[in-house]
């Protein structure tokens, strides 16, 4: 909910960063919501889950876990250098 509400009050947000597995709205329920809100706001979902057990993902941006540090960044950095991670004009 924290997430719905800074994505509304805050334009300047280039990413969420969210998990899959949540107390009471899941990271593609999330997901969902804040494309209904901002289309174009890349979302990466953090999953302990690995690729194959997961249903297909048309497009939307996940890491697995465990990862160490750097591999999220580079994972953020490749997000945001994506042409789509830009809000449209």
Do not use: C, N, W
């Amino acid at each position: 909910q924290a997430a719905l509400e800074r994505v509304e009050t805050s334009p300047d947000l280039r990413l969420v960063i969210t998990d899959l597995i949540m107390p009471r709205l899941t990271g593609d329920a999330l997901r969902e919501r804040l494309s209904a809100l901002r289309p174009h706001l890349p979302v990466l979902i953090l999953t302990g889950y690995t690729r194959g057990s997961l249903p297909p993902t048309d497009g939307q941006h996940l890491l697995s876990k465990p990862f160490v540090p750097r591999e999220l960044l580079q994972k953020v950095a490749e997000i945001l250098a994506a042409p789509t991670s830009t809000p449209a004009s």
